[in-house]
Nanobody, 115 residues
Framework: QVQLVESGGGLVQPGGSLTLSCAAS????????MSWYRQAPDNQRELVAV???????NYADSVKGRFTISRDKSQNTVVLQMNSLNPEDTAVYYC?????????WGQGTQVTVSS
């Protein structure tokens, strides 16, 4: 099994930055395709960014140029660096790991962008 634990959410002013981390543990932690999703109130959960075990990344159009996803294989950690945040980025952010036919989710961390 795989466990995912997010950290780093909080309150930030518009234009500010936050860094989210997701620590993966378990048998397949090193070979997961890792991604960040977010869900705002009354909205569906949406993909924010994804990174493969080989380091290939992809981003939602709404965050391109502002967010960066990276992974530290030695620590089995995936980081989402979020810059130039705006109120539309307010959501619960979830870490997700995929391997073979299995999908794993973290518990979520709240990000609030407000003045």
């Amino acid at each position: 099994q795989v466990q995912l634990v997010e950290s780093g959410g909080g309150l930030v002013q518009p234009g500010g930055s936050l860094t989210l981390s997701c620590a993966a543990s378990g048998r397949f932690a090193r070979v997961l395709t890792m991604s960040w999703y977010r869900q705002a109130p009354d909205n569906q959960r949406e993909l924010v960014a994804v990174i493969t075990p080989g380091g290939i990344t992809n981003y939602a159009d709404s965050v391109k140029g502002r967010f960066t996803i990276s992974r530290d294989k030695s620590q089995n950690t995936v980081v989402l660096q979020m810059n130039s945040l705006n109120p539309e980025d307010t959501a619960v952010y979830y870490c997700r790991g995929d391997y073979s036919y299995s999908t794993y989710w973290g518990q979520g961390t709240q990000v609030t962008v407000s003045s």
